[in-house]
Each structure stands twice: as C-alpha cells, then as structure tokens.
C-alpha cells in the first residue's frame, strides 16, 4: 500500500521529476523482467505505489512511459557507440565496426525491446508533442551515431544515417524473432524440427552490417 509521501502529489518542479523519475525506473525495470508487451500501467503504478489515476498526473499514457524510456535509450546507446568508435583508431577493419555496433545493442536488451514496440505502438496513444520530441531526440542521436562513423568508414551522411538506421531496426526485429528468456525460446531450443527457428542476435546482426558496410565500401569512396 502506498505511503503518504508516496501517495501525495508532487507539487514542485523538483518533486514532480523525481516522482517521473521513480516511475520510469519502474517500468524499466518490469520491462527488462517481463518484456515490454506484458507490462500495464497498473503494474507500474503497483511497482511504485501509486494509484493508477494518480500516474496520469505525470504520464499520460503507459505509451507516454515507454517512449520516455527510448529516448533515453537512445541518448544512451549513441554515447556508447561513439565512445568505442573513438576507441577504435582510424581505420578499424569493417567487420569490427559492424561486430562493435551489434553487440553494443544486443548489450542493451531492454533498448532492442523499446526499438521494436516504438513504431508499432509507443508513437500511437500520445500527444503529438510527446511523438515530436522522442523524434527530434531520436534524429540528433542518428546523426551523431552516423558522424561517428564516417571518422572510420568512408561513408556518405546518407550511408552512415542507413547503417545507424538498418542496426537499430534489425536488432528491434530480431530481437522478437529471438525471444530470449521466453518459452518460445525454449520451444524452439528443444524441437529439432524448429532449429532453424533459433535466432543468434549478435553474429546474425554482424553479418548483416558487415555486409553493407562492405557494399558501401565496394561502391567507392564516399562523396
């Protein structure tokens, strides 16, 4: 049961990012747990003891919730993927490059569960400005991502932007496709009939990237 402190309405603009705060630590939480889909706005509220009515004073919908997080998400991983691609000197092999941006998604799980359910669902039940400003946030780190990796590559502004994009989207789907820690993983790892089912996120996602990255490269240098 909710404590008084808990209950009360966050009234300064302090209090009220803290409580947004709190919540959205939350529903991480139970999302990286249960995967995104099984997670409602009563579980968060339970998760943080608040009565759901009281949450739409601070989100306005679970949706609202999830894309906060993946902007976030996005902030993040773009940091990260610029950080090791600053490690990684000059020149690193293509192949590096891809195995770098692969398993610094798959690293990140509750991300590449975000990545998935944003286009098909997250965009859809909030506010035109809410939509906007993930957007804006998710653009700028597609740009930085891309910026970074035209100081390794010879890649076009298009080209990076279609690399950064091509790994974000496929490690969205193929993260449903692999189901990791659900019983359709388990299924699909225990019927032989069903081996082909198994999806190795990581060295599946490498090869797609490397493939392109290799394709760009073939083309010629970048204008």
């Given at each position: ?44 509220a ?28 996005w ?11 600053d ?17 610094s998604l ?22 035109l ?5 993930f957007?804006?946030?998710?653009i700028?780190?597609v740009?930085?991502v891309?910026?970074?990796?035209r ?16 790994a ?56």
């Amino acid at each position: 049961m909710a404590t008084r402190s808990q209950s009360t309405r966050a009234r300064s603009p302090e209090a009220k990012r803290a409580r947004e705060a709190t919540i959205l630590a939350a529903a991480a939480r139970l999302a990286t747990a249960n995967g995104i889909r099984s997670v409602t706005l009563t579980d968060i509220a339970t998760e943080v003891g608040m009565h759901k009515s009281a949450m739409l004073r601070y989100f306005e919908t679970r949706e609202e919730i999830f894309l906060r997080l993946a902007a976030a998400g996005w902030m993040e991983w773009s940091q990260a993927v610029r950080d090791a691609l600053d490690d990684a000197g000059q020149e690193p092999h293509l192949h590096a490059v891809a195995g770098l941006l692969a398993e610094s998604l798959v690293a990140r799980p509750l991300f590449c569960d975000l990545l998935a359910h944003t286009p098909m669902n997250l965009e859809r039940n909030v506010s035109l400005d809410s939509v906007r400003s993930f957007k804006v946030t998710a653009i700028a780190e597609v740009a930085a991502v891309g910026e970074a990796l035209r100081r390794v590559a010879a890649l076009s502004p298009a080209q990076a932007g279609d690399v950064v994009a091509t790994a974000t989207a496929m490690a969205g789907a193929l993260w449903q496709m692999a189901a990791p820690g659900t019983e359709l993983r388990r299924l699909y790892e225990t019927d032989p009939d069903l081996a082909h089912a198994v999806v190795d996120v990581a060295p599946r996602l490498t090869g797609i990237l490397g493939a392109l990255l290799q394709g760009y490269s073939a083309g010629g240098e970048a204008a």
